[in-house]
């Protein structure tokens, strides 16, 4: 019997728009998407918070229509019109990311004292996964009921050997919309020998809305007292600097 270990639980919540009356719960729609089979397009819908669309080819977050302070709706997350768009693309675009998400240098990394060797995708480094990481993948996608209505529950089975990652692993992602208008993305994964996961999601934001020319005029604050300096192929150095007299104070 092998014995199953949780090896990661990340919960990531996006609040956007204004505060309105969600007490009707979460309602999704469901319908093909392209013409491969096996592949949908998941409308997420909720009184008082943005309109999601979801698809479980790669996990990708396709569009998110939300109010701005006045009201006006806009879709605040790039992504493409159609199927197509995500087979083609190379820039994990709203995509779920995995097994591991960022760069693992020069494709390779020590485990209980065994070396594994990735796919190289980023010159000299692993990216994302690999070639073929979760965002190319095919998810299983079901409809679950909760607290706060419908979510959207997708799940892959990664086998041992994957892109070279060690052990299977058993990967799930819910999205939800919340009562506060949130949206909700809640990452598991479960594997049967030790190894490394980092999951998240890709997507790309521009509060001003689809078409809006440029994000220079954003500002984004994160509370932080340090950075993480990165080399020339943008690996972390393994310092912590402070952001105090930098571009990021």
Not at 1 to 11: A, G, K, P
Not at 77 to 97: A, L, M
Not at 170 to 191: C, H, I, N, P, Q
Request: glycine content about 12%; overall charge negative.
């Amino acid at each position: 019997m092998s014995c199953h270990r949780l090896v990661s639980s990340l919960v990531l919540c996006l609040v956007l728009g204004v505060s309105m009356n969600t007490d009707a719960g979460t309602r999704i729609e469901r319908k093909p998407y392209g013409t491969s089979p096996g592949v949908e397009l998941f409308t997420l819908s909720r009184q008082g918070a943005p309109t999601v669309q979801i698809t479980n080819q790669g996990g990708h977050l396709v569009s998110i229509l939300a109010p701005d302070r006045n009201g006006a709706i806009a879709d605040v997350s790039f992504g493409y019109s159609d199927f197509e768009g995500y087979v083609k693309s190379e820039g994990y675009i709203g995509g779920t990311i995995g097994r591991y998400a960022n760069r693992i240098a020069k494709g390779a990394f020590a485990l209980d004292g065994k070396k594994y060797t990735l796919v190289c995708n980023n010159a000299p480094n692993s990216l994302h996964g690999g070639p073929t990481g979760f965002d190319r993948r095919l998810w299983d996608a079901k409809v679950v009921s909760g607290p706060d209505g419908d979510a959207l529950e997708l799940t892959y089975v990664s086998k041992d050997g994957e892109e070279g990652y060690p052990g299977k692993l058993s990967a799930k992602v819910v999205f939800s919309l919340r009562d506060d208008g949130g949206l909700s993305m809640e990452y598991t994964a479960t594997t049967d020998a030790p190894t490394i996961v980092n999951l998240t999601n890709h997507a790309y934001f521009n509060l001003a809305g689809e078409g809006a020319p440029t994000i220079l005029d954003h500002l984004l604050q994160i509370q932080a007292e340090t950075f993480t300096p990165v080399d020339e192929t943008l690996i972390p150095t393994g310092e912590m600097r402070p952001v105090e007299g930098t571009p990021f104070d």
